[in-house]
C-alpha cells in the first residue's frame, strides 16, 4: 500500500517525517499483515544515528514493520545552488549510518549511483546463496568421487 510522501522540504529531518508516517499510516496496524517503509535519500539524515535506529527499534518491536533504505550518491559537491545540510557525512559515512539504521528496523539496504550498484542487500544474499550451492556441489563430488574410490 502506497499512501504517503513525506519530503523533507531541503533539510533531512528524517525523524520528523517518520513519526509522522508511523503515526498516520500505522495507527490501525492490527489491519495490516506487514508495513514497510522505503526511504529513497542522498544523504545522512539531520539526527544522529544512534536516537533513529533506537527510535526504530521501538516502533518496529511492537508491529511487523520494516525500513528499506536506497541511498543514491551523486557525489560530494556541496555548490553553492545547493542547501548544505544540518548534519553532513560522505558517502561512505552515510552508508554506514544507513546500515546501522536499516538493522535496528529489520529492512534491506541498497546503495548506487551513476557508477552502479556499490552494495546491495539483496545482491549480497544472492552471492551467498550461491557461495552456499558451490559448497554443497564440491561437498557432494567429494562424496561420489570417495565412493567410487571404496567400490
Known sequence: RWVLNLQCKGSRNFLSALRRAVEVDFRDK??????????????????????????????????????????????????????????????????????????????????FGEAGIFESDDISLIVSEMEKAKNYSQKCAFLVESLKQRS
Request: hydrophobic share 40%; with cysteine.
Open 30 to 111: 492490527d489491519k495490516h499483515k506487514s508495513q514497510g517503509l522505503y526511504l529513497l535519500t542522498t544523504g545522512i539524515p539531520d539526527q544522529e544515528t544512534h536516537t533513529v535506529s533506537a527510535y526504530l527499534a521501538e516502533v518496529c518491536r511492537g508491529f511487523d514493520l520494516q525500513l528499506h533504505v536506497r541511498l543514491f550518491s551523486a557525489g560530494e559537491d556541496v555548490g553553492s545552488n545547493r542547501i548544505m545540510p544540518a548534519r553532513y557525512a560522505n558517502p561512505t559515512e552515510t552508508a554506514l549510518a544507513f546500515k546501522e539504521i536499516v538493522q535496528a528496523a529489520n529492512g534491506s539496504f541498497h546503495w
